[in-house]
């Protein structure tokens, strides 16, 4: 069964400290693998989205890393910002193409940066 | 900048009832989006469309059909209100290719929709 399992469920760390998200999946056939942030109330904008080839992409202060042999994920946030509260979505997408093509959602990390 | 958006932030309507949620985008996507968030849930995929008057059924389709008539404009419809359809509606676009495509998903800031 296709699933992705994201940890911790919430987190709270204090501004200026840095923190790491973790994303398991099993997946198959992988395609790509997705960061988003949720802000409260705001849908979902997309940080970054990693290939099989891929092991790092940076975003600013956003970093994810990608193990397709274990396959986990992990998003590293440097420096918080009171600005970095917010959910954080790990999404895998699989297919070959057409028909089966699926994406499968996390549930979200919840990350609230405290002054 | 990629602007989605989604005709209603709050809406509240009663069981039965007829229910339509619109969603616009402005940079000329192909592909279109609906989607329900629940807590504990995270997001399901109710239809998506490729081009225009095309559909495809999402993951819980039922209870919910969709139109797409324009090019920008992608509309989820309740044909028939129920309670158990309360939730967070997430209408996205992205520019081309089927799921798996490495094209991000551009979200809009939602519609909370209550049945009573």
């Known amino acids: 069964k296709n699933q992705v399992e994201q940890s911790p469920q919430s987190l709270i760390i204090l501004e200026g400290k840095n923190c790491t998200l973790q994303c398991n999946y099993t997946v198959s056939p992988f395609s790509n693998l997705r960061w988003y942030k949720q802000d409260t109330g705001r849908g979902p904008v997309s940080l970054t989205i990693m290939t099989f080839s891929e092991n790092t992409k940076s975003n600013g202060r956003y970093t994810a890393t990608l193990d397709a042999d274990t396959k986990q994920s992990s998003l590293h946030i440097t420096a918080s910002q009171l600005s970095d509260s917010a959910s954080y979505i790990c999404v895998v997408s699989a297919g070959y193409g057409g028909a089966t093509n699926k994406l499968i959602f996390g549930t979200g990390t919840l990350l609230a940066v405290q002054p | 900048d990629v602007k989605v958006t989604q005709s209603s932030r709050y809406l509240v309507k009663r069981t039965g009832e007829k229910v339509f949620l619109e969603c616009v985008q402005d940079m000329d996507h192909e592909n279109m989006f609906w989607y329900r968030q629940d807590p504990g849930l995270g997001l399901r995929l109710i239809y998506f469309?490729?081009?225009?008057?095309?559909?495809e059924k999402g993951d819980i389709p039922e209870g919910y059909s969709v139109s797409r008539e324009k090019k920008e404009r992608f509309s989820l419809i309740l044909e028939s209100a129920s309670t158990n359809q309360t939730s967070m509606y997430l209408c996205?676009?992205?520019?081309?290719?089927?799921?798996?495509?490495?094209?991000?998903?551009?979200f809009g800031d939602g519609t909370r929709l209550s049945i009573l």
């Open positions: 996205a676009s992205s520019l081309w290719g089927d799921l798996y495509s490495n094209q991000p998903q551009h």
């Open positions: 469309s490729y081009d225009v008057k095309m559909k």
